[in-house]
């Protein structure tokens, strides 16, 4: 396994040393909380940063596998297409904004607006989530263990959204429903994937009242 000291050096440098360095084995990076868009765009590999990550991590990751042992800065795994990013405690502001595909996992808490306009990936938040997370969802999953702040999911128009805690509101556009075997068996399969203790029948299930929230 290839390690890298990011210490004073900048984000060509080591995004080049990264690249490099997956085509043939896992990839170690330290000191990179400096760094906004480490790991940027990768296809393939996998990247384990020792410490906490700066903003921007893992943007437009299209296969790597991304694991931050500590926290990660704003806009995690921003436009994500394919892979995996695991944040092991919080991540800050817009955590899998815009994702079309893949999985973001957070053992902590995340931010306001997490999986804001999500496409499609798994969004799943071990911790508490913010204000406006899940706003604008257009497909996919979100699935948050703790609580969410206000407007949650705001203006939703399609994908589903999984709570196990409270929420402070409730955005446009929302309805709950209940859940489904088949939730039950997504959800169980999640939890046991990512080593979450969670009971999924415990869960809320929020699903858009109109597949046209801005007409109603």
């Not at 903003?55 to 994500?80: E, F, Q, S």
């Not at 996992?105 to 071990?126: E, H, P, Q, Y």
């Not at 604008?136 to 949650?152: C, R, S």
Request: glycine share 14%.
């Amino acid at each position: 396994m290839k390690t890298i000291d990011a210490k004073a050096k900048d984000l060509q440098t080591v995004n080049r040393a990264v690249r490099a360095a997956v085509n043939g084995e896992p990839v170690i990076v330290k000191h990179a909380a400096h760094l906004h868009g480490l790991a940027a765009g990768l296809k393939l590999g996998q990247v384990e940063v020792a410490g906490d990550a700066g903003d921007y991590l893992g943007v437009l990751n299209a296969g790597a596998v991304i694991h931050v042992n500590h926290d990660a800065g704003r806009y995690a795994a921003d436009n994500m297409t394919a892979g995996t990013v695991v944040i092991d405690g919080d991540a800050g502001y817009g955590a899998g904004q815009y994702c079309y595909g893949g999985t973001v996992v957070v053992r902590g808490d995340a931010g306001d607006f997490t999986a804001t306009m999500n496409k499609g990936a798994l969004i799943l938040v071990a911790g508490d989530v913010g204000d406006e997370a899940g706003t604008y969802m257009l497909k996919g999953d979100l699935v948050v263990l703790g609580n969410a702040g206000q407007n949650f999911a705001n203006y939703l128009i399609r994908g589903t959204v999984y709570l196990g805690g409270t929420w402070q509101s409730l955005g446009h556009n929302t309805r709950q429903e209940p859940l489904t075997e088949a939730d039950l068996a997504k959800l169980r399969g999640y939890f046991e994937q990512y080593g979450l203790q969670a009971d999924p029948a415990q869960f809320k299930k929020i699903v858009a009242a109109s597949a046209k929230p801005f007409y109603n």
